[in-house]
């Protein structure tokens, strides 16, 4: 059966369809940053991040169409659904986010927010660097690996802003400003949130990469 399969004709377009929404996913968190930086255009921000997700969506529906219709896929079925998944869930994060924001009409932020929105783009970037990888697993493992570690550092890293994040919170407005701590909290909540799906991306490339070495 392995010389028969390795004989059919495997479908190549779902690397495209990877690559494309690792490029929302890249598009998607460089607004979420702008979002970040506050002042009047936050709105305008919190738009395009919608706009992003909802391109990232149609990606998602294209690939669970393609994994019905392809005979041979070219990894495991189970793993490109688990893999586009955790890629769209890392984006619908970036967009709870960028809704808390809106509903609550905040248009200036704290800077440990500021940087885990720069977090945040350095993992999608990671991302869209390890995905054109995919297409040759083997001989891009080391490459596979180091990015992987990568944004395992990075999801500590945003585990200590977060910690220092609400902790100024706290001191700076949760005795005198119950709501302000509130919102400020929920948003910390979702940002960190956000290189947490990442880390489930790097984690599925992981895993992905280990089923065929």
Request: some cysteine; charged content about 25%; hydrophobic content about 45%.
């Amino acid at each position: 059966m392995n010389w028969f399969q390795a004989l059919m004709p495997k479908e190549r377009g779902f690397f495209d369809l990877f690559e494309r929404h690792a490029a929302t996913l890249c598009a998607g968190a460089q607004s979420l940053h702008k979002l970040l930086e506050g002042g009047p255009t936050t709105p305008e921000h919190c738009a395009a991040v919608a706009k992003h997700e909802n391109d990232a969506d149609d990606i998602t529906r294209e690939v669970m169409l393609l994994v019905r219709r392809t005979f041979i896929t070219p990894f495991d079925r189970a793993d490109i659904i688990d893999l586009t998944t955790s890629m769209d869930d890392a984006i619908d994060q970036m967009h709870k986010t960028a809704k808390v924001t809106a509903l609550f009409e905040q248009r200036t932020f704290q800077p440990d927010m500021l940087r885990l929105g720069e977090v945040i783009v350095k993992t999608a970037d990671l991302t869209a660097q390890a995905v054109p990888l995919l297409r040759s697993m083997k001989a891009n493992a080391a490459r596979l690996n180091s990015i992987t570690e990568q944004v395992t550092r990075l999801e500590e890293e945003s585990d200590q802003l977060y910690d220092a994040g609400i902790a100024a919170l706290y001191r700076n407005v949760g005795k005198t400003d119950p709501m302000a701590y509130i919102v400020g909290a929920e948003i910390y909540d979702h940002l960190e949130k956000v290189v947490d799906r990442f880390e489930d991306v790097a984690n599925r490339i992981s895993g992905v990469l280990i089923e065929h070495l």
